[in-house]
Structures are given as C-alpha cells and as structure tokens.
C-alpha cells in the first residue's frame, strides 16, 4: 500500500479475528453500492465533514426530548445542512451534484442526521419530486428556484381523513371560475380534511394538493395543484386555511405530519399544475397522454422506497451480524467455552439471507429505475407509453415486496440480538419503527399487490391470445406449452420453477374468476371473492423478479474473481432461502418435488457453513459509518458492553440517585406499610 496511510482501528478480539481472514476486496463491494470509486470517496467526504460539525450534534439523545424539541432539532438540522450544503466552498469542490445529493439524503442525512423524521423530507422528496416531473417547463422556472434555495418549503397533500386508497374518491374540490381566472380549492365534509402529509403540520408554507377538478359542473378527476398555505415571513397560515399537526405516530416522530383543510381558497388558475394535463383561460380542459401520469410522484417515491428499505437492511444486518460475532451465550459441546452465538446455525439463517437480501434488493431497485428513466425519457419526448403499464406493476410489486421483507428481516434482527436488540440504544427499534410505515405510505401494499394481480391477469389472457407483452411478464409466452415440472436446481432452473407457479397459480385462478362470471357474478365481485389467491400469485411474480435480476446482474458482473464467488455464495443463498421459504407454493403447482426440496435445504446449510466466516467481512463492505449505525451492538469496534452501560447511563432517571418520584408517591405507601 505505498503512499496509503493505513489507519488501525480499535475493535475487540472477535471482530479483529473475523476481519483477519478475508475472502474477497471489501472496497469493491462498497463501490458497487456507492455506483464506483469515485463516488465511495466523495461519500466518504461529505461524511466526514457532516459528522464532524458541531451544529449537527444533538443536544441530549432525542429519545430523552420532548414532543416539541424532536421537531424544533431535526428543524435546525435540517435547515443548517439545507444551508450549509448549497452554500459550503468545500461542499461545493467535493463535487456536489445530484448524485452527491442522493448519498446525502439516503446514506447521511435519512438515517445519521435525521434519526426519526426529518420536517424536510417531504420537499426533496416529493415537493421537488411533483415540480420537475409534473410541471411544464415554464411552470418549473417559477418555482424551482423557490424551493431549492428554500424560499418557500412545500409537500405533498393527497390522502384525506376519509380516503388514502382510493384517490378517485379524493374530496378536495378545484372548481374553474373563468371570470377570474382562478381555481376555488375547498374541503366540503371533515373526511375531505388531508390527513398525514410530512412536513404539513408547521414547517410546509406551500402544497402541492391533490384535489378533484371541476370544470362547468364536470368532473375531470384528482390533479394536483399548487397552493399556499402560509404567508411569507410571518408564517402565518393564511385566510382559508386551517393547517396543524396530527400528534403522535408509532415512529418518525420528528416529522410534522399534518392535517389541512380549505376554505373556499382562491388560486390563480396558473397554479394547477399543468405538464400533462391544462386548463386553459376559457376553461377548455386538455387531456393527458394518459390519465395516470399525475400519479407519476408517487411511482418515483415508489422507486425511491425500494433503495430507501435496502439501506435500512443493511444497517439492520450489519448491526445484528457484528452483534453475533462478540455475543457468547450457552455451549455447543458442553464444558466448552461459550461460543459466539453465530456459531449457531439458526443464528446464521437469521443474518447471512438478509446479508444476501441486501444484494438482492439493490439489483433489482437499479433495474426499475432503469426503467423510471426510460419511461420518463419517452415522456419527455412526448412518445409513446407503451411502458406505463410495467413501470407501474413493476414500482408496486418491488415497493410491496421491499417494504415488507425489510420489515421482516428487521424484526429478525432484532430478536437476534436478544433483549438488548430491544432497547433504543441498539438503534433496531427505530430502524423498525421507521421501516415499517413504508408498507402503509405510497400505496398500502395489499392495494399494490391487487394492482400487481390486475396487471398478471391481463397479461395472462394476452398471452393466451398469443399478444405482445410486457418485459417482466415475457416468460408467459415460453410456458404455455411446457410441463410443470424442472429438472435441474441451478439457479435458472429455480427461477424458471418461480415462472411455472406463477402461471400455474393464474391458470387456477383465472379459471375461479371464469367460473364466477359464468354463475353470474358481477366481475368486480368476482374479483373480490378470488383477491387473496391473487395476491399470493402477485407476490410470487415478486419475488421471480428479484431472483431473475440477481442471477442476471451476476451474469453482467466484471468484478474481481473473489468479490464474484462472494456474490454467487450470496445470490445462491438468496435463491435457496426464497425457495424453501415458498415451498408449498413450488411444491403445490408441481414445480419441484419433495426430495428436490430436501436437497435443497441440504445445501442451504452449507451455504450458511461456507458463508459464516465471512459475515463480518460482508457487512463491513457495507461502509456504514458508525453514525450511521447509532448503535450500541453494531459498532465497527464491537466494544458492546461498554457502550451499553455508557448510554444507560445517559437517562435522566439517573441523574439522581433518589427520584422526586420517590418521595411523592412510593415514600408514603412504604411508610404506611412499615
Ligand atoms: C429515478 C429515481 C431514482 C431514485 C429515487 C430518488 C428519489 C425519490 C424521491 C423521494 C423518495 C425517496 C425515498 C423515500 C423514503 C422515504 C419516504 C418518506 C416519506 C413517504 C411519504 C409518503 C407519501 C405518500 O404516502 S403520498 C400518498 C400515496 N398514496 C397512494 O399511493 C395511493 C394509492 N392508490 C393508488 O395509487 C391508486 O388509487 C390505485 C392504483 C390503487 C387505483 O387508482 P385509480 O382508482 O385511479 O385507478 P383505476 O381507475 O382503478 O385504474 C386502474 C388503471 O390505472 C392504472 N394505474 C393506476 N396507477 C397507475 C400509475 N401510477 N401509473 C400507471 N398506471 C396506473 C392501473 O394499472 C389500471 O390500468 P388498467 O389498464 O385499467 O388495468
Ligand atoms: C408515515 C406516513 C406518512 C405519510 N405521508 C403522506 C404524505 O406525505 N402525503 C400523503 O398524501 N399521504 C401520506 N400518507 C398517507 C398514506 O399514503 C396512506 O395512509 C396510504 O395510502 C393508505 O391509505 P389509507 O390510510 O386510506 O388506508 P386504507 O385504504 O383505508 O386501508 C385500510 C385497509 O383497507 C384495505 N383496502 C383499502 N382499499 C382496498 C381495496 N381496494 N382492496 C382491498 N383492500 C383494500 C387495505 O389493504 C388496508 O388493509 C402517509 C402515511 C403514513 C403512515
């Protein structure tokens, strides 16, 4: 290493002892993550100035604020880095960029900086996200500059007390008055108030809101429109509006979510926003290429949801997999020292398949947003949109599938940990309390796996009509004639096993569909009556996606021959889990056969054996900063115990050793007992 400074690191024995012996280039690996070299140390960069400026420091641990000084910190956080990142010299030369800006929300800032909710989430993410995709070109010259240099602060206002599902049922009426050229934005009934948007509550001094467009008494549908919400310097929440915060969630507390309702409320008519569909000043509606492209927000947030979850995993995971390796506990052969608990085997199948989810997940978020990009190019181009309907099945199936395997695996981290998983200081509660509303927000996933069916039954007929069909669904056509049955286990095989149930699961279901119809069932009810075998095959499409683009980002890979058979361990890991966890499924539609799934659990072990030595490596080639981690149990020293003991006693309860508590209230029914 001529020239390069090595720096030696404290850990403890065992993790010294796991690193010692590495299989593979860890850099490598981190720059797969990072998207290249260059980018591994411009992170790098931008971290170490982000964690070592004072401004950026909390207080007191925010667990030990209250209420109004989670949200007032995380405010003068996010605001300083706000500041500090489009102004900062040295920020600048690091070669800040949107790239760097994405490393900045996600790795950084979402999970360093802003531990549970940030006030400014909802304007990067989607205020900024409704502006460039949603408005026309002139409409972006006005507000862009507003909002990134933070003149005015904006969210995303679309689910309402009475409806967050069904957005056709939205209240929240736009009604054209040509004579002034202004829209009339309003909140008929108290189910018509929007209800959770982040930001909204007291931060937000501009919307964007989601509501029906009427024009001379017609309905044209929800469309979004900008809307001021508070007045310029005072902030003051304007004639009209009633805005405020809806109180506490199960996480993401520092995050003003709110409530809003209008009052008759009088736009210009300019403020509707109009890259795809206008109203133009004699009140002439133009229509969209496609009525769903103002839905465009939400699939972006969609994809940005499956990168999101996998940097959760991969906090959870490196946190839990460094935990295993210096926790001892009971004995493998008894009188023998204690073992490190992921010596175990049931402690490996905890970690190394979500170790290998992390892998998984990246790969296939990169391919859909692959296709995000070629969607939003041909819309921009104003060609054609053949692939809509992909984008849309693909974003809800991933975000559905992403969302709740995260959830999951965090949960397994957790309860891998023992009873100190459950404590605040190892970080996993909140990891999981932040995880977990992402099966909620952004489209509730059964919705999204309904919507996820609706597309495979389409394609499924097309495909018995002999039809062009979509690239995630291409596989329909190969099937038609083939037996049910594989042959060999190797990964394609397992993923061509994935193709048959799925078309084995539609063939039955489509048939239950038929035979409704024809007893004179209605087809929406009929829908209703077959919904929970069609979410199970819109999950299993799911996960044949994921296995598919992990085998194939395997094929494309021209990494270094260490770093390759790590990724094949993994990707095999991922396939084999996946598959014994589906085998019922596999099994039921005849794909494979009971002794094809003992094998297969046969090698799940080795793998798990072959893999343990380098868990900690693995998780190591993540690069998450110890900040990032904010753990007790999943520091890069391992120093466990005494970090424990450190942030116990950090409570406020013992900052005394006798409590005022005491003597209010134990001291008189002791007494009284003496
Ligand atoms: C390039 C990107 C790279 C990186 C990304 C970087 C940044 C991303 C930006 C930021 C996010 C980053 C990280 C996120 C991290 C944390 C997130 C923090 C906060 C989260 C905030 C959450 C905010 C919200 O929750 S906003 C509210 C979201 N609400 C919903 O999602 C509502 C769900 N409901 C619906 O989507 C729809 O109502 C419905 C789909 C269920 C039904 O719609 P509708 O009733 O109108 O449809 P139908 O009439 O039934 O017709 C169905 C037909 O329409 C097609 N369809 C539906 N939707 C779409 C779509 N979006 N696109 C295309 N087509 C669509 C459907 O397929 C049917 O077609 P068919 O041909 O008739 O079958
Ligand atoms: C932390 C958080 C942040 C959020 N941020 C925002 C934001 O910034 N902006 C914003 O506009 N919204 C936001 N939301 C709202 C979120 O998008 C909605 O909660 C979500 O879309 C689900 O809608 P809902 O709450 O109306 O649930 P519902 O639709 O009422 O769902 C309740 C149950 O009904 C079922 N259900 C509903 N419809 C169907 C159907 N057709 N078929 C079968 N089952 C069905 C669901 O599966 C679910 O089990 C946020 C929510 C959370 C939790």
Known sequence: MAGKQVQVRFCVPDLQKERANCSFNKEEITNIF?????????????????FSDPNLQDPIPPDYMSHEQRYENELRKAVYVMKKFMTDPQLQDIGGGPEAIKWMYNSILRHAIHKDGNPLMLHFGMFLGAIMGQMSEEQQAEWLPKAMSGEIIGTYTQTELGHGTFLRGLETTATYDPVT??????????????????????????????????????????????VQLREHVTHASRPGITVGEIGPRLGLNSNDNGFLRFDNVRIPRT????????????????????????????????????????????????????YAAVRHQSELEVGEAEPQIIEY????????????????????????????????????????????PELHASSCALKALFSTDVTDGISVMRLGCGGHGYLASSNLPRIYTSTTPSQTYEGENTVLWLQVARFLIKSFREASKGGRLQPSVAYFKNHQTQTRRITDLSNSGLVSGYERSVLSMLEAVAKQLQQYSEEGMRYEHAWNACSVRLVNVAKVHARYIVCDQFVKALAKYEGSSGVRQIMDQLCRLYMIYSVTN???????????????????????????????PEAVNLVDAFDLHDEVLDSTLGAWDGDVY???YNEAMKSPLNKVDVPDAYYKYLQPLMKSNL
């Open 582 to 612: 589906d085998q019922g499924i596999l099994l039921k539609s005849g794909a494979l056969t009971p002794d094809q799934c003992n094998l297969l659990e046969e090698e799940l072990g080795e793998l798990l054996a072959a893999l343990r």
């Open 345 to 388: 085997q049931t402690q490996q199948y905890k970690v190394l398949p979500m170790i290998a989810s992390v892998y998984a997940i990246w790969f296939a978020a990169d391919t859909l947003r692959h296709t995000y990009m070629e969607v939003q190019k041909n819309i921009n181009k104003g060609s054609d949109l053949d692939l809509l």
């Open 34 to 50: 990072d998207g290249g070299e260059h980018n591994t140390e411009t992170r790098r960069k931008l971290q170490n100035i982000i």
């Open 642 to 644: 005494n970090r424990l």
């Open 271 to 322: 403020n509707m926003v109009m890259k795809h569909s206008k109203v133009l000043k004699d009140g002439t509606y133009v229509k969209p290429k496609s009525a769903k492209l103002s839905y465009g927000v939400m699939v972006l947030t969609r994809v940005g949801i499956c990168y999101d979850v996998c940097w959760q995993l991969m906090r959870a995971t490196t946190i839990a997999t460094r």
């Open 181 to 226: 050229d202004e829209f009339i934005i309003h909140s008929p009934t108290i189910t018509a108030t929007k209800w959770w948007p982040g930001g909204l509550g007291k931060t937000s001094s501009f919307a964007v809101v989601m509501a029906q467009l009427h024009i001379r008494g017609q309905n044209y549908g929800p469309h979004p429109f900008v």
